[in-house]
């Protein structure tokens, strides 16, 4: 594309006559469409060539407009790839001739039918395909492109084979879309365009799941792990600091949406319950109360299911100190069980939280139940290793409701993620919780130990002393 030089002619009265005189000629059907746009394209030659730039885009849009209005969507096709590759033509003529196509799409779908309006499309990403400064226009018609694709996908007689092949289709061209480089695409447009990425994305790795091998599981030859990556990856392209503004607020619940589709199929409890607690935090869901109530009821069952570690215990912990939680009693209870350094008998937590629990989506899932029950399982051997320093197997078995081997396991997956410190004595069946001090660390923790008590004496005879002082003071 040549670079725009100074202009060395006005063709702007004779532009004039010529667009009166091919629009009336054509109108009256006594000059052919073809002969109008002969003539011209012969003016916006010499335009583009004097470097005429608004004359040489009145042109080129006049040719456009009267296939367009002539009905001849094939001559509409090749004036545009016709015009577009001119040689020295300008950007600017380009880009004026492919937003005015673009304007057009709707009605050539509603009143000509898929069949041109595919054409068409094809065509403007033809023209716009490798050139930076109509990136914008091809991201625009590739999105449209990509929902006629789904709408394939959800057709009441659409086979699978069909489904999957559309779907992938869809998915794959706006994924060929890096639209965080863009620099012509305004910050919410990029956004949306990465969140549709996303929701394809996920929409195919379902689909793939589906027909994965259950034996399998998650990374299965064919399943849909290389999407639920890609879709994890465009979810660190949104920058989250633009979705706390007002005007965002639809993106941002779309957004997390997702996140927590993602992060619900690899487990990641305690992103979900962040998440939710973003979503949460929104105005809009604050304000209803039935969304808001949801969204924090969603906090609660997943910080609960997360693994304890420190994060998960500061949320937890802050949870529980949120006034919003009291108003919610049931769950405010569960919270406050997990809370709290006592036991939680499995089969007293079934009986009283297991009836409304299981009626939930979140825990009318077995896994997830299995997972309740395995946190239970694991703040128990937490509470009894802070209580015990030695315990009978026999006896830890009965305090947590689980066979031998059941809490052997536990023991030794607890002390693998450096939860608890335990050894099992098996020929003695006793489990120690406390290791075995040496000389040096019972030497080190008694001159601590003797520091703090002689600085609490100095601190003290300070103390005394100026006591002293003060009333000999008063005394004189």
């Not at 096709?77 to 001739?97: D, E, F, R, Y």
């Not at 620099?183 to 996303?198: A, G, P, V």
């Not at 304890?308 to 049931?330: I, R, V, Y």
Request: net charge neutral; aromatic share 6%; hydrophobic share 40%.
């Amino acid at each position: 594309m040549a670079e725009v030089r100074k202009q060395e002619k006005d063709f702007t009265k004779e532009v004039d006559e010529l667009l009166q005189e091919t629009s009336a000629l054509v109108k009256s059907e006594s000059v052919q469409l073809s002969d109008a746009l002969e003539r011209l394209l012969a003016l916006e030659k010499q335009t583009r060539n004097a470097n005429d730039l608004p004359s040489t885009t009145r042109l080129a849009k006049a040719a456009l407009e009267l296939c367009y209005e002539s009905r001849d969507y094939t001559q509409l096709n090749s004036t545009i790839s016709l015009l577009s590759k001119k040689h020295g033509q300008l950007k600017v003529v380009v880009q004026a001739i492919v937003e005015q196509a673009i304007s057009w799409l709707p009605g050539i779908r509603q009143e000509q039918g898929v069949e041109k309006w595919l054409e068409l499309v094809e065509t403007l990403r033809s023209v716009t395909e490798g050139k930076i400064f109509l990136e914008t226009p091809r991201a625009r018609v590739t999105l449209a492109l990509s929902h006629y694709h789904e709408t394939l996908s959800k057709a009441p007689n659409a086979l699978a084979a069909t489904i999957k092949e559309t779907l992938q289709t869809a998915s794959d061209l706006l994924s060929d879309l890096q639209v965080e480089t863009y620099s012509s695409m305004e910050r919410r447009e990029k956004t949306e365009f990465i969140l549709e990425q996303m929701r394809l994305l996920i929409a195919v790795a379902r689909l793939k799941d589906a027909e994965a091998p259950a034996k399998q599981g998650k990374n299965a030859l064919g399943s849909g792990e290389p999407e639920w990556v890609k879709a994890k990856v465009g979810g660190r392209k949104v920058n989250e600091s633009f979705l706390k503004e007002k005007a965002n607020e639809d993106l941002k619940l779309k957004y997390y949406d997702l996140m927590i589709q993602q992060a619900l199929r690899q487990s990641a409890y305690l992103e979900v319950a962040k998440h939710y607690e973003k979503v949460w935090d929104t105005p809009s869901i604050k304000e209803d109360e039935s969304k808001s109530r949801a969204a924090l009821e969603h906090i609660v069952y997943y910080v609960v299911l997360a693994p304890h570690d420190n994060e998960q215990s500061d949320m937890l912990h802050h949870l529980f100190a949120n006034p919003a939680l009291e108003k919610l009693e049931l769950h405010y209870n569960l919270v406050k069980s997990f809370v709290t350094r006592e036991l939680m008998r499995w089969p007293g937590i079934e009986s009283l939280y297991g009836p409304f629990l299981r009626t939930t989506p979140v825990f009318s899932v077995s896994k997830q139940w299995e997972d309740l029950h395995t946190r239970v399982v694991e703040h128990n051997v937490r509470v009894v290793a802070q209580y015990y320093t030695r315990i009978t197997l026999s006896r830890l078995t009965v305090l947590l409701d689980l066979t031998p081997q059941q809490t052997e396991e536990t023991l030794a997956r607890l002390v693998v993620s450096h939860t608890i410190w335990a050894r099992v004595d098996r020929p003695a069946g006793i489990v120690n919780f406390r290791n075995k001090r040496s000389a040096e660390d019972v030497m080190n923790d008694w001159s601590s130990d003797m520091q703090k008590l002689l600085g609490l004496v100095e601190k003290t005879w300070i103390g005394m002393n100026a006591a002293q002082a003060a009333q000999s003071r008063i005394k004189a």
